[in-house]
């Protein structure tokens, strides 16, 4: 079955780019329609940070939509997100998923994310 | 933007009991678009129910779901000692968009 493995710095300085990937195995990442990132933080729970498709296409949570990019890497299987000018605010545990359909079916194990100097 | 209230913050119940989950949406959300998800420590969210009411794949019977409108429930009709656990409802809505509620702890005595 479908397994989502992400990866990243655990640290990123304030005012940097947070840049995470998302490994996807077990199957191919054209099999599926939407894929989203989503964040945790005791501070603000579970935030659906925003999703991609399989074309390419995104929506963004629009509190943080200046500041997010996400690409999707057929070639490789990879999802990569990309969030600029960090504070600590950011400091979180992020997740990858797959959309089963309006909810995330297949989550990966999180990376965690501390935003420090 | 939809606001999901969850309650209680903490239930505390004994194997065998049957425990009562709310979720309250700040506007109507349709059916198709609310889920729920059990997180253990240390653990990402599995989603337990979608559309409302639908088990997800795997999901034990005991688990069920039901609501509509701007009001859901998940019943654990009788609790096994693996249940305890934090459960978070989420709804979509467009644009697109997911919320979480702030969810509710369940400990099993």
Not at chain 1, 59 to 85: A, E, F, Q, V, W
Not at chain 2, 69 to 85: N, Q, R, V
Request: glycine letters at 10%; hydrophobic letters at 30%; a positive charge.
């Amino acid at each position: 079955q479908v397994q989502l493995q992400e990866s990243g710095p655990g640290l990123v300085k304030p005012s940097g780019t947070l840049s995470l990937t998302c490994a996807v195995s077990g199957g191919s990442i054209s099999s599926y329609d939407w894929w989203s990132w989503v964040r945790q933080s005791p501070e603000k729970g579970l935030e659906w940070i925003g999703q991609i498709s399989r074309r390419g296409s995104t929506d963004y949570n629009p509190s943080l939509r200046s500041r997010i990019t996400m690409s999707i890497d057929k070639s490789r299987n990879l999802l990569s997100l990309r969030l600029g000018s960090v504070t600590a605010a950011d400091t979180a545990v992020y997740y990858c998923a797959r959309h089963g359909g309006f909810f995330q079916d297949v989550w990966g194990q999180g990376t965690t994310v501390i935003v420090s100097s | 933007e939809i606001v999901l209230t969850q309650s209680p913050g903490t239930l505390s119940l004994s194997p065998g009991e049957r425990a009562t989950l709310s979720c309250r949406a700040s506007q109507a959300v349709s059916s198709s678009y609310l889920a729920w998800y059990q997180q253990k420590p240390g653990q990402a969210p599995r989603v337990l129910i979608y559309g409302a009411s639908s088990r997800a794949t795997g999901i034990p019977d005991r688990f069920s779901g039901s609501g509509s409108g701007t009001d859901f429930t998940l019943t654990i009709s009788a609790l096994e000692p693996e249940d305890s656990a934090v459960y978070y409802c989420e709804s979509f809505d467009k644009p697109p968009r997911y919320t979480f509620g702030q969810g509710t702890k369940l400990e099993i005595k």
